[in-house]
């Protein structure tokens, strides 16, 4: 968004309208349940993956993290913007020692499923067990010093140095809270049916076919879950789960496809949500191939990237272009971020003034089967010979893909992310901080130290104000250096029958399971 | 040879077969590119975590020192655990066995049943109208692909015509299972009878001209006894084979019809395994489904030489 600002923010407001609009056609859950919940009864969800495992600590697949967040809660929570965090295990926290010392005050009367009453000591052991796993998610703790337990009903988290991020990252699943040493059992055992404080506990497993949770009787929410049990099942096909959702067999249908959803909308007995969402994907450009370390390249390729088109072609015009690598449901977005858009004659403008005003050949890796990738591929692709820049697909299966765009051996290509934290470090750090988030910023081998500097910044910053402007900072030379193409946010989409009521899902990908009930 | 001496000397071959099987898919599975450490671990994949990852499934050792401790596992029966799930991929293979064989079962069953009486109403009626609906009818049939005749027979039957069948699943309990596979076998049925079809139409043509055919006729004997004691029964020798080929490319098959039917069997286990380079998993399954060929075949063989006293076993 580089210029044409005003004609950007149009496009957006008019898109985030549309958004907005969609979901309150079909009516907010949170919100509209004008009846009384009622207890009992099962809801089915039907979802394109399986569950990988429960592991909290070292899991990294969304549909085993969305799963596990039933039965592990955490000391603070994300609020359903998805832009904040609220006490839920504890409840408060008072921050000194220069914004090294939080501590934590614990909820009372909460009890694990197994009848143990949830203390300090578990607290300490469950984060202390977090943070050291290395093939995990122990680096999101990486400011933590150590972690007592003073009293029954007290937690104290000591960090290295003032680290903004602290609370967001407190309320990262892989932080929840479990028995302390397992319950007895072993990390292996106490993994494969865990125990926690949420509202579901582990009932049955069919490995590669479902997962049921049945009621924690011990909830500490009264007169919540709602529901006797949640069954996940994994149903790859879309039109399978969309027809077992109309024919009563499920009563969730996880991310129907994009040219179902206007159908949904109409459909009898069927609520169709469009739930905003973290997803933002990408276009990542690898600096290691010489025109692509071209910043004035890089410009013109995202350019001529007709993000509205794709949106509209693509999402069937559920989603938005992007204008900054951050997605709008994170705290610190910067809705006037400069993110490059559409513009034919900015394009040749920035081409001519590269080292490759002739053009060049460029490879572009594009997962075989992935249907949506390969659509926008070919946009770009068409878009791209204006610029005398010839696009060759190189068409891998999803393994081979993703191996190939994280060891750097590929010239274009396409990823995504979500947001496991409210708060935009995780990200930031991973995106442009090549060293820091360890993955040589987004496998694309951007280095830009005045950013790597503000984002070190940023992260022992505390002040909000200041903060903000430091990301608007960052978003605004990212969009500059534009090292990648910033495509567009995309929704979360779930059809849900119209019996199913109070299902909402968070901007993070998580939902409650505990205020759903069915009539 | 006798009957027990050729099984055994067969399932001797299945040994060796199952033996190039292993260091086949072993090798091919290592060499193509792809990473299970970097499938898990997505975006966060950094190399760390992908070292933590080797290191702890042994793929950081030469492959011809994982093949070896693989054969180790093998030789004691363990395939090695899935490293995905973290259980045992013999297990997982064997959870979905049942799946894939009811419907292969079923579906050859099903399309025996409509074929047979088919081919021979079609031979019998030769050139008539009859004869030409029943070679063109499955033909055109043929022609539509398997996902999409499974939608359409969901939304027939399990959805807008009184939900008679479930849409999707395996059910529980024999006739919960039989319930919910009658569409999927129907689907894969549907595939195969328009080949065997044409294949017993053709044999019992051809049976039709043999001499003891105009030897039973002339004998006196009703048409419909020569048709199904003297024809068919010659003619169906050679149908026999044409669906044991079938089966044996419906093993590894079925991935289309299971994924219509959400159904939890061995063919989405292998894309699924192979698509995240589950070393283990895809070991597993390519075992099964070679165990499962042969065994095929050597059925095939058997049932050959119950029908026809003439063949040998040698």
């Known amino acids: ?350 081409m001519a003034k590269s080292k490759y005003k002739n053009g060049f050949d460029v490879e572009m890796t594009v997962g075989a089967g992935a249907s949506d990738e390969n659509a926008i591929a070919q946009v770009v692709q068409q878009a791209l010979k204006s610029l005398k820049i010839n696009v060759k697909f190189r068409q891998v299966d999803t393994s081979t893909e993703f191996s190939q765009l994280q060891q750097g051996k590929y010239q274009l290509g396409f990823s995504y992310w979500t947001m496991d934290i409210a708060d935009p470090d995780e990200l930031v750090t991973f995106a442009v901080d090549p060293k820091g988030g360890g993955a040589n910023s987004f496998f694309t081998g951007y280095t830009n130290p005045k950013i790597i500097k503000l984002t070190h910044q940023a992260q022992r910053t505390t002040n909000r104000a200041q903060r903000q402007s430091l990301y608007s900072q960052i978003q605004r030379i990212a969009a500059q250096d534009a090292f990648m193409g910033f495509l567009f946010y995309s929704p979360f989409r779930y059809a849900t029958s119209d019996k199913v009521h109070g299902f909402f899902v968070y901007p993070l990908g998580n939902y409650h399971m505990e205020d759903v009930w069915v009539s | 040879m006798s009957l027990a001496a050729y099984v055994a000397r067969r399932l001797l071959q299945m040994v060796l077969v199952v033996f190039g099987v292993t260091i086949l898919v072993f090798f091919l599975i290592h060499l193509v590119p792809g990473d299970p450490a970097r499938t898990m671990l997505g975006v966060r994949a950094t190399p760390e975590r992908v070292k933590l990852l080797h290191e702890q499934w042994g793929l950081n050792k030469p492959l011809p020192v994982q093949y070896e401790r693989f054969m180790e596992r093998l030789v004691r029966g363990n395939l090695g655990n899935s490293l995905f799930y973290s259980v045992p991929a013999g297990r997982l293979v064997l959870d979905r066995l049942p799946v894939t064989l009811w419907l292969i079962g079923l579906g050859a069953l099903f399309s025996v049943l409509i074929a047979v009486p088919l081919a021979t109403i079609a031979a019998a009626k030769r050139e008539g109208v009859p004869d030409h609906a029943i070679r063109v009818v499955p033909l055109v049939g043929l022609g539509f692909p398997s996902f999409w005749i499974g939608i359409m027979l969901l939304l027939a039957f399990a959805l807008n015509s009184g939900r008679l069948f479930p849409v999707g699943g395996y059910g529980s309990g024999f006739v919960g299972h039989l319930h919910s596979m009658f569409l999927p076998a129907l689907t894969v049925a549907l595939g195969l009878v328009p080949i065997l079809v044409r294949s017993l139409r053709a044999s019992l043509l051809e049976v039709f001209e043999a001499d003891y055919i105009t030897t039973a006729r002339s004998k006196g004997l009703p048409e419909r006894r020569v048709l199904i004691r003297h024809g068919l029964r010659n003619a169906i020798i050679s149908t026999i084979s044409v669906l044991a080929v079938s089966i044996g490319f419906l093993v590894g098959g079925t991935l289309i019809i299971e994924q219509v039917y959400a159904l939890p069997g061995i063919g989405q286990l292998m894309i699924n395994s192979i698509l995240a380079r589950d070393f283990p998993v895809v070991q597993a399954v390519a075992l099964v489904f070679a165990v499962m060929v042969v065994l095929v075949y050597l059925i095939s063989d058997i049932v050959h030489a119950a029908l026809d006293p003439r063949v040998r076993f040698d």
């Open chain 1, 1 to 350: 968004m580089r210029t044409r600002l005003a004609i950007s923010i149009l496009v957006l407001s008019a898109l985030a309208a549309v958004t907005v609009g969609t979901i309150g056609a079909s009516g907010h859950p949170a919100r509209r349940a004008a009846s009384t919940p009622k207890r009992g009864g099962t809801v089915t969800i039907a979802r394109q993956e399986d569950t990988e495992s429960f592991d909290k600590t070292n899991v990294f697949q969304n549909e085993s993290i969305w799963l596990l967040e039933q039965i592990n809660e955490t000391l603070y929570t994300v609020t359903p913007d998805g832009r904040s965090v609220k006490p839920w295990l504890a409840t408060g926290v008072k921050v000194s020692n220069g914004g090294k010392r939080y501590t934590f005050t614990l909820r009372k009367g909460v009890r694990f499923s197994n009848g143990q009453p949830m203390a300090a000591a578990d607290v300490k052991f469950s984060i202390d067990d977090a943070r050291a796993q290395k093939k995990g998610w122990g680096y999101i703790d990486s400011a933590i010093k150590n972690v007592q337990a003073p009293n029954k009903s007290t937690a104290v988290i000591n960090l290295k140095y003032p680290w903004a991020p602290f609370l967001a990252d407190i309320a990262l699943f892989a932080n929840g809270i479990i028995p302390k040493n397992f319950a007895g059992q072993t990390r292996v055992e106490f993994y494969k049916h865990p125990i926690g404080t949420g509202p579901f506990m582990y009932d049955s497993r069919v490995v590669g076919q479902s997962v049921t949770f049945k009621r924690n009787p011990n909830y500490w929410q009264k007169g919540k879950p709602y529901l006797d049990s949640v069954k996940w099942t994994f149903v790859s096909d879309q039109n399978t789960r969309e027809l077992q959702l109309r024919g009563g067999q499920i009563q969730v249908d996880e991310f129907p496809a994009y040219n179902s959803v206007k159908k949904l909308q109409s459909t009898p007995g069927v609520k169709m949500f469009l739930f905003p969402s973290t997803r933002t994907d990408y276009m990542l450009m690898n600096e290691s191939y010489a025109p692509l370390k071209d910043v004035h390249v890089r410009r013109a390729i995202s350019y001529m990237v007709d993000r509205a088109a794709i949106a509209k072609a693509i999402l069937f015009g559920f989603g938005k272009p992007a204008n900054s690598f951050m997605p709008p449901q994170v705290p610190f977005y910067d809705p006037h971020s400069p993110g490059i858009q559409y513009d034919p004659k900015k394009a040749k403008a920035e």
